[in-house]
């Protein structure tokens, strides 16, 4: 595999329980970032190491186009069009404007949400206000595709209560996704006009400690 | 008598010596920390109480020891009965007599009660259902993965579940003798020390208490409502009604008498006690794939753990036992059917793990909470076993492949051989899963790989970082060097003994906690659990890199995770 293995090729392991011994041997063929990835979408090529039968969601509804078996492990191959970012939000967070109360300034950083690692913008308002975080001018495509979730699980388990984010595009709200502490990484999606215009994220809550993380590309 | 009896002390050494060799290379649990280092300081207490010294009766002295004004002051929410035992066996073996290393003498008295237990187990079946079903339910009893690990710990789970058993032995002693009354208001006393389970044990006798008193006079009365009632009044007379005063007398002072926190003010110290349990934060904890750490939790939770868990022949011949058990009921051909004692263990493990019906009671403990409904198992198992042997012998009796001179002794060399296979493979087991008994899963689970793959719990309490401890040895600086922190995350409370153990060297001190422990670390170690996963997230946002330099595994399965900041140690190859 390492001898086939191109930069930027996704790894995944299945079942995910068995991820710890597969970085053990892979791990230096995964960045922290593609570990902490919003979504496999934008990674053409997949090498899934599965044992004991099970697949890795990250190949659903995939052909491999090589498959080996080495002992108990199957190592499966797939190669599929990319999807082509033009915009990914959490790396030009550093050129927002961010207008409302917020306990934090919003970061970009790694976080566990739903159990998962993922590579978000972190935000986490004043209780009962909203924080929004714009990005003036932005490249879009024709879909503007993210996730938002509750981070941390201590947080979760003590605070109950869901938290919203709006996605504004110009002056049109196109989304609104109200995460819970069980729903995890939640997907939102919303069709996008090709060519530049501010997009907003509004992200509120009840509580003032409540960690709310979101990842977003718009796409060609 | 002296024949079971020898019998049953046999099994109960066994599991005593057993426990005590397995538990050396356990790992210590986060609460075990607490557990010794109170045992101590109650152990000290009894000792200036006896002497007359350090004015250890007054009430400033005991509430220094024992109480406090926080509802974790001194440990106060667990009862004192095992700490105090932890704490006097550490200081006579160890520290005095120098014959056992601290840890292994704090855990002693744990050991020594899953004997008793085992011991119980088998005198208590061999006199209801004879020998071999006393001796084969003592060593299913002993070879519970599970059980026997926490057998092998300073906490007091094991010792629960001995003396809800002795308490319940106690009561269908007195059931037949007065003065047993005493001992089974001593023996609730002594459980209700030893942790607060005890206090749904009541519920048991009631139940019990009433089936028999209504058995009792069920023909005299006649039938209907009215006969029913009848019968049920006149028998809780008739029967045994001093057992009340075992339960609201006897036991109260017996459990008053070893915690000298309740010897004033003990209503409102006993509300304290038991208001901690009845608001006990939910801790995270992973069943079938999901975390769960708030009610409503799924009501199935005790049945399916204990499915995957008890090893699988064990539970078949449980279930047999069960079957053989009503089979025998309704024929009228029940063992002692006047006191029912297969109702009697019914019961007991119907209480053990109602509460987890219920759906809103906490979770995390997992089997250790409801352990007490093994002995049932065990003994169910031995019945069915027994019975499903003798089946077989008279089919084949019948069928004229076995001669009727010859009946008794086929019977008894086919419940041997059967008995055999069936502890054999429960030993197996049990030897397999030890010494991260809590990562264990059964053949029906598919073993850990198929507890992971079934989302179950993988472990808790932190004790398996004992695991790595070799492989961070290894790459300890020399003496005389800067120490290298290490990120010990749930093994940290404990990271101090290891090193006074020996197992780990002076120049590996824990980093602290959370991302600044992170930041000071070189090493950082990860001990799995789902909702531990955040850990994996900060050492990789730290070290830059997701590759970890060990990954310690279960038949397979990670259970710990060590990452070190040098690339040179990351991977399989490292040195």
């Known amino acids: 595999m390492r001898a086939s293995h191109g930069e930027g090729d996704l790894i995944v392991f299945a079942p995910s329980w068995l991820d710890p011994v597969g970085r053990l041997y892979l791990g230096d063929l995964i960045p922290v970032d593609m570990a902490a990835r919003m979504d496999a979408a934008r990674y053409e090529v997949i090498w899934e190491l599965s044992a004991r039968g099970q697949r890795a969601a990250e190949v659903d509804g995939l052909s491999a186009d090589n498959e080996q078996r080495f002992g108990g492990v199957t190592v499966r191959r797939f190669q599929r069009a990319p999807a082509v970012v033009l915009t990914d939000f959490v790396s030009e967070l550093s050129r927002t404007r961010i207008v409302g109360k917020a306990s934090r300034r919003p970061t970009a950083s790694l976080q566990e949400v739903g159990f998962e690692p993922h590579r978000c913008v972190l935000t986490v308002p004043h209780a009962g206000e909203e924080v929004k975080i714009l990005y003036p001018k932005v490249v879009l495509g024709t879909k503007l595709v993210g996730y938002v979730g509750l981070a941390d699980i201590f947080e979760r388990r003590d605070i109950r209560q869901s938290a919203g984010l709006e996605i504004i595009v110009g002056d049109q709200s196109v989304a609104f996704v109200q995460p819970g502490v069980d729903d995890g990484w939640v997907r939102f999606e919303a069709d996008t006009t090709p060519g530049r215009a501010d997009v907003t994220f509004v992200a509120s809550a009840t509580s003032g400690r409540r960690l709310i993380c979101f990842a977003a590309e718009a796409r060609q | ?575």
């Open chain 2, 1 to 575: 008598m002296r024949q079971r009896m020898l019998m049953s002390l046999a099994v109960g050494v066994l599991a005593f010596v057993s426990v005590l060799m397995a538990q050396r290379e356990q790992g210590i649990v986060r609460d075990e920390v607490h557990y010794m280092n109170f045992g101590s300081r109650y152990a000290e207490w009894w000792a200036d109480y006896f002497t007359g010294d350090n004015d250890a009766s007054s009430k400033e002295t005991i509430t220094k020891f024992f109480g406090g004004a926080g509802p974790t002051d001194n440990n106060r929410e667990h009862p004192p009965l095992m700490k105090t035992m932890f704490g006097m066996s550490e200081r006579l073996l160890s520290r005095k007599l120098e014959w056992a290393s601290s840890v292994t003498a704090y855990r002693l008295p744990t050991a020594l009660m899953f004997g008793l237990l085992v011991l119980l187990v088998a005198l208590f079946t061999s006199g209801v259902w004879g020998m071999a079903e006393g001796v084969i339910a003592g060593l299913l009893l002993l070879f519970m993965p599970r059980l026997f690990f926490h057998a092998g710990l300073a906490t007091f789970d094991v010792p629960l579940v001995t003396m809800w058993f002795a308490t319940l032995y106690g009561y269908y002693k007195a059931l037949y003798s007065r003065w047993w009354v005493i001992g089974f208001g001593v023996m609730f006393g002594l459980a209700l020390a030893t942790k607060h389970n005890a206090i749904i044990m009541p519920a048991v006798f009631v139940v019990h208490y009433a089936w028999v008193s209504v058995r009792s006079q069920r023909l005299i009365q006649g039938p209907g409502v009215a006969g029913f009632f009848g019968a049920l009044f006149r028998g809780m007379r008739h029967c045994r009604p001093s057992i009340l005063i075992g339960i609201v007398v006897i036991a109260p002072l017996v459990f008053m008498a070893v915690w000298p926190w309740m010897w004033f003010e003990p209503w409102d110290h006993f509300k304290d006690w038991l208001s901690f349990h009845l608001t006990h934060v939910h801790y995270n904890f992973e069943y079938l794939g999901n975390n769960w750490n708030a009610p409503p939790f799924p009501w199935h939770i005790a049945i399916v753990t204990t499915l995957v868990t008890v090893p699988v022949a064990t539970l078949l011949a449980s279930v047999c036992g069960a079957i053989v058990l009503v089979a025998r009921a309704y024929r009228g051909q029940a063992a002692d059917a006047e006191l029912s004692p297969a109702l009697l263990l019914f019961l007991s493990a119907g209480a053990a793990m109602g509460p987890f019906l219920l759906t809103s009671t906490p979770i995390f403990g997992a089997e250790k909470h409801w352990a007490a409904a093994m002995p049932t198992i065990a003994v169910f198992a031995a019945v069915g076993l027994v019975a499903v042997v003798g089946m077989a012998v008279d089919r084949l009796r019948l069928a004229g492949v076995v001669r009727e001179s010859r009946d008794r002794a086929v019977r008894i060399a086919a419940t041997v051989l059967v008995g055999v296979l069936v502890v054999l493979a429960s030993v197996a087991e049990t030897r397999a899963s030890q010494p991260y008994g809590l990562s264990h899963y059964n053949a029906l689970a598919g073993g850990a790989p198929g507890g992971a793959d079934l989302g179950m719990n993988r472990q808790f309490w932190g004790y398996s970082a004992r695991g790595v401890l070799p492989w961070l040895s290894r790459h300890a600086p020399a003496e005389g060097q800067p120490p290298s922190h290490v990120y010990s995350h749930d093994a940290s409370p404990v990271w101090g003994w290891y090193q006074r153990m020996n197992l780990l060297p002076k120049t590996m001190p824990d980093s602290g906690h959370e991302q600044a422990g992170i930041s000071r670390s070189k090493f950082a170690i990860v001990v799995h659990e789902k909702h531990f996963n955040r850990h994996d997230y900060l050492i990789w946002s730290a070290y830059r890199t997701v590759q970890p330099a060990f990954v310690l595994t279960d038949d397979g399965v990670p259970i710990v995770t060590v990452y070190a900041r040098d690339p040179k140690l990351h991977g399989p190859s490292a040195p």
